[in-house]
């Protein structure tokens, strides 16, 4: 099973975040609590004030190559556990972003 949808030319992506990690840094697919698959992405910014929220949406319009008006948090801004839209990438694009290695 894999942690995204898409529907039309929108990719819905369950991501299971982070803060406060020693760097910036896709950790795979792994467990989003609830038995559904989520990608791990770890990240810097702390959980503060929407610091990592913010840093989720740059850092995943960086590594997609897409504009961060691209990236929107969906749903889960208070929660470790995501759902991030992104708007007009591929399937191949997020695919190549599941494959890459911490």
Wanted: charged fraction near 20%.
């Amino acid at each position: 099973m894999k942690p995204y949808t898409i529907t039309g030319d929108v990719v819905s992506l369950a991501v299971r975040l982070t803060p406060r990690a020693r760097k910036d840094a896709v950790g795979g697919i792994g467990d989003s609590g609830d038995g559904r698959p989520a990608l791990a992405i770890r990240l810097a910014a702390p959980p503060v004030e929407g610091a990592a929220n913010a840093a989720l949406i740059v850092f995943l319009a960086h590594v997609l190559g897409v504009q961060r008006s691209a990236v929107t948090i969906g749903s889960g801004d208070k929660s470790r556990l995501k759902i991030v839209r992104l708007q007009g990438v591929d399937a191949a694009a997020v695919e190549r972003l599941l494959a890459s290695p911490g």
